[in-house]
């Protein structure tokens, strides 16, 4: 019995396809039940199609706010019954109703080492604050916009000649082994949301969660 998840993307779906690489490779004891964009006819949905993932669009575009997106989203995704929701590059802020309905299911990678920098455009603020480290994060999904209790985090070092761009592509290195590692943890049951935080192991994390450090 393999622990059901559902992805949600926006675009590229780099870590989706290291998600399904992963489970492939027999390294994540877990399967994807299905793939939802809030964008048509973006490449992630060609990696669902190539896996023989079934996939939904719901174009955000179409409902009149936030909350109808959201409900249509619920009603897409709990006929799968997942385990775990897992947001891959999706981009749009999620209400209240959604990260409810999901509570302790709902999990993101965010592309900075949380707390510093919520939202977006992390890698630039990152470079010109003069940072020496950035990475990405794990974190259970609440209703507080990139706040919610850290799993887990990568670290990756800033280089003097960096631009968002050169250093966005050595994070997601990290993300791509990130993600498949703590879903693992999660489908073994590893990783729970408590009141006083996550749960690793039974251990209760600090707010940075468990801090992963690769060699190059
Ligand atoms: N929803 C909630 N409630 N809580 C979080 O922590 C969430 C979330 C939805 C998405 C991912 C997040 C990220 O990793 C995420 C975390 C999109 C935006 C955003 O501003 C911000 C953070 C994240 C994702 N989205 C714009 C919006 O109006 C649209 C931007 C676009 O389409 O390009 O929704 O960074
Ligand atoms: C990833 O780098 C992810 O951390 C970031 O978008 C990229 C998606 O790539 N997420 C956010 O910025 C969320 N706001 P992918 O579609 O190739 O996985």
């Known amino acids: 019995m393999s622990h059901r998840l559902v992805v949600l993307i926006s675009g590229s779906g780099t870590n989706l396809q290291a998600i399904l690489d992963a489970i492939q490779d027999g390294q994540l004891n877990a399967s ?10 973006v490449a992630g949905l060609d990696r669902a ?14 409902f009149p706010d936030r909350e109808q997106f959201d409900r ?14 897992v947001l891959a590059g999706f ?20 592309p900075s080492l949380l707390p510093r920098y ?12 003069g940072d020496t480290q950035h990475g990405c994060s794990i974190h259970f999904v609440t209703e507080e916009l990139d706040g919610g209790p850290v799993i887990a985090q990568a670290v990756v070092p800033i280089r003097s000649n960096d631009t ?4 966005s592509k050595r994070v997601q290195l990290r993300e791509h082994a990130l993600y ?7 489908a073994a ?21 468990h801090q992963l450090e690769w060699q190059d």
């Not at 190539?50 to 179409?62: D, M, Q, S, W």
């Not at 498949?180 to 999660?186: F, I, K, M, S």
Request: hydrophobic share 40%.
């Open 180 to 186: 498949p590692l703590v879903l693992n943890w999660r």
């Open 118 to 129: 919520p939202g977006l455009h992390t890698h630039q603020r990152a470079i010109d604050a």
């Open 91 to 110: 981009m749009r802020i999620l209400s209240d109703v959604f990260v409810h309905h999901y509570r302790g299911k709902l999990i993101n990678i965010h």
């Open 49 to 62: 199609h190539a896996a023989g993932i079934p996939t939904a669009v719901i174009e955000h575009k179409r």
């Open 164 to 167: 968002a761009e050169t250093l």
């Open 189 to 209: 049951g590893h990783v729970e949301l408590h009141q006083d935080g996550v749960k690793l192991h039974g251990e209760t994390l600090g707010i940075q969660g």
């Open 72 to 85: 249509a989203m619920i009603e897409a995704i709990d006929p799968y019954d997942p385990e775990t929701v």
């Open 32 to 41: 994807v039940a299905l793939v939802l964009s809030n964008k048509a006819g």
